[in-house]
């Protein structure tokens, strides 16, 4: 984790985390945040997706260079 995260993060602590938790919810609804969700999961997906892939161009690219 990032060293200027974390102090911010372990200061919140769980009343804080309670209060961000339910303006989230009072502002984006509760039909809402699984949409949000759902769209973050897939864009993380495909992040994955497409560094895998990047990596694997990259290996077999020095592959046909050592040839």
Not at 5 to 18: A, E, K, T
Not at 34 to 59: A, H, S, V
């Amino acid at each position: 984790m990032n060293l200027y995260v974390y102090p911010l993060i372990s200061q919140i602590g769980w009343s804080g985390l309670i209060v961000i938790l339910v303006a989230i919810l009072l502002l984006f609804g509760g039909k809402k945040i699984p949409e949000l969700m759902r769209g973050t999961g897939r864009g993380i997906k495909e992040f994955k997706k497409g560094l895998k892939e990047g990596l694997d161009d990259e290996d077999s690219g020095k592959k046909e260079k050592k040839d």
